[in-house]
T-cell receptor, first 110, second 111 residues
Framework: GQNIDQPTEMTATEGAIVQINCTYQ??????LFWYQQHAGEAPTFLSY????GLEEKGRFSSFLSRSKGYSYLLLKELQMKDSASYLC???????????FGTGTRLKVLA | KAGVTQTPRYLIKTRGQQVTLSCSPI?????VSWYQQTPGQGLQFLFE???????NKGNFPGRFSGRQFSNSRSEMNVSTLELGDSALYLC??????????FGPGTRLLVL
């Protein structure tokens, strides 16, 4: 079957670092995506990994291990505006369908 | 470049009615995907259209259908609405199999 697991909720303090994990089991793999979604808004693209390793983009980094079916999103120097849901999505090879996790709701406290 | 647009943004319908939602992708994008988002289920894939052809389909009943026009604009139709169809319907576009970009969504409430 196809499955993506993420923690439901996380809480962190402003200025801190938080790591949001994502594990996946899919039939084929053609990339892993992270999206940010603020309440009542559409998801916005954050990062894309297709090869193993770390991709850094400012305060956000994303890591992928294809052999372990594992990814994480690292957010540094947390700001209040980072309070949002973070969605992990895998694109299946062949069909190129996207499978989304249910998202991790991150609360950043002052 | 203008982003993905969806109309209408909000909709209230009653059970048994049908509804049509519209999505205009980013200029140049040929792929349009539709998703249903509910609090408990997260983002569920409905279908994807590419160059006017349905390329992928999710596990939704036949009441959910869609189409894509030659200008890449897409419509989604839900017939015989049920209470459980209340959700945020998101459309996402991409050039082909690259990163998807989402529209603001249509929030549908079925009474």
């Amino acid at each position: 079957g196809q499955n993506i697991d993420q923690p439901t909720e996380m809480t962190a303090t402003e200025g801190a670092i938080v790591q949001i994990n994502c594990t996946y089991q899919t039939s084929g793999f053609n990339g892993l995506f992270w999206y940010q979604q603020h309440a009542g808004e559409a998801p916005t693209f954050l990062s894309y990994n297709v090869l193993d390793g770390l991709e850094e983009k400012g305060r956000f980094s994303s890591f992928l291990s294809r052999s372990k079916g594992y990814s994480y999103l690292l957010l540094k120097e947390l700001q209040m505006k980072d309070s949002a849901s973070y969605l992990c999505a895998v694109r299946a090879s062949g069909t190129y369908k996207y499978i989304f996790g249910t998202g991790t709701r991150l609360k950043v406290l002052a | 470049k203008a982003g993905v647009t969806q109309t209408p943004r909000y909709l209230i319908k009653t059970r048994g009615q049908q509804v049509t939602l519209s999505c205009s992708p980013i200029s140049g994008h040929r792929s349009v995907s539709w998703y249903q988002q509910t609090p408990g289920q997260g983002l569920q894939f409905l279908f994807e259209y590419f160059s006017e052809t349905q390329r992928n389909k999710g596990n939704f009943p036949g009441r959910f259908s869609g189409r894509q026009f030659s200008n890449s604009r897409s419509e989604m139709n839900v017939s015989t609405l049920e209470l459980g169809d209340s959700a945020l319907y998101l459309c996402a576009s991409s050039w082909d199999v690259e990163t998807q970009y989402f529209g603001p969504g249509t929030r549908l409430l079925v009474l």
